[in-house]
């Protein structure tokens, strides 16, 4: 399994909001950009929970 990156994560995030917002891009595109948002969100909430979680865990 490859590591999350959450710099390259949040970079697609910008890219997809980028294409998003583009008026020449189709709805098929926007359902498509906003799932795989989606699971970039995901991913990014769960490294930034266990971020905390070791950090909290440190301080113990």
Request: net charge negative.
């Amino acid at each position: 399994m490859e590591k999350f990156d959450y710099s390259k994560a949040m970079a697609e995030l910008e890219q997809i909001a980028a294409r998003v917002e583009d008026p020449s891009t189709g709805l098929d595109d926007i359902d498509k950009y906003i799932k795989r948002s989606e699971e970039l969100i995901a991913a990014c909430r769960s490294y930034l929970r266990s971020a905390r979680e070791r950090i909290e865990n440190l301080n113990k």
